[in-house]
């Protein structure tokens, strides 16, 4: 009875740390995290929406305005998910271990109809945490070799493209962020025909290394 007894006692010590981590999973922070984040659909309609998704039973659930929230992609073993809340609004969380601390990315997109992010970090407690990320601006795919074909004047190209439309999006399976630039879509068809070529087409990546965020 007494070995019974320990045996029991090992099981449940070496399960616990499981239980804690199940707790602090992409799943429950998304279902617990408080609503002013994420506003568009309650607690227990993300707990529905994730219980729908993951018995293939749907991938959609009715939000508080009365349109469809959709599961995008939820991925359990690299803690990412991604939700489109509206027609033109996508909702993404991460989780990413810093040192000795589990955090948690959110990036809002809204596309209205260029689309344009802002991403914020927190701790296990809901804590906004500074992780130094600075978003882009569209000057920073400018061609420097482009530029100076160009023969266009320095100030007239950064004031044409002073207007920045930055979408991001997480990696699901490493610490990054994918940064996109949308200014293309913004600009009229002269100066489209302008500024076009003096831009890289390639995202912007950012690697989290020792609490922040630099180019990769």
């Not at 070995?3 to 029991?8: G, L, P």
């Not at 914020?120 to 804590?127: G, L």
Request: proline share 3%; glycine share 4%.
């Amino acid at each position: 009875m007494r070995m019974q007894k320990i045996n029991i006692a090992v099981i449940l010590f070496l399960l616990l740390p499981l239980s804690l981590s199940a707790q602090q999973g992409i799943e429950a922070l998304y279902i617990e995290m408080p609503e002013i984040l994420n506003p568009v659909i309650s607690e227990k309609q993300r707990h529905e929406l994730l219980e729908y998704y993951k018995a293939d039973m749907g991938d959609s659930i009715m939000n508080r305005f009365g349109t469809q929230t959709h599961m995008l992609s939820l991925d359990t073993l690299n803690h990412y998910l991604s939700v489109r809340n509206t027609d033109v609004s996508v909702f993404e969380m991460k989780m990413f271990e810093n040192n000795t601390d589990t955090l948690i990315g959110i990036i809002k997109t809204v596309c209205t109809p260029v689309c344009m992010s802002v991403v914020n970090f927190y701790n296990t407690k809901w804590r906004e945490v500074n992780l130094n990320f600075t978003l882009p601006k569209t000057t920073d795919w400018i061609d420097k070799d482009k530029f100076a074909q160009s023969g266009l004047e320095e100030q007239n190209v950064r004031n044409a493209l002073s207007t920045n439309f930055i979408s991001l999006t997480f990696s699901a399976n490493e610490d990054k962020i994918i940064a996109k630039n949308n200014i293309l879509l913004f600009l009229d068809e002269t100066d489209k025909e302008i500024y076009a070529p003096l831009l890289k087409t390639e995202d912007i990546i950012y690697r989290l290394t020792e609490g922040k965020w630099g180019k990769d």
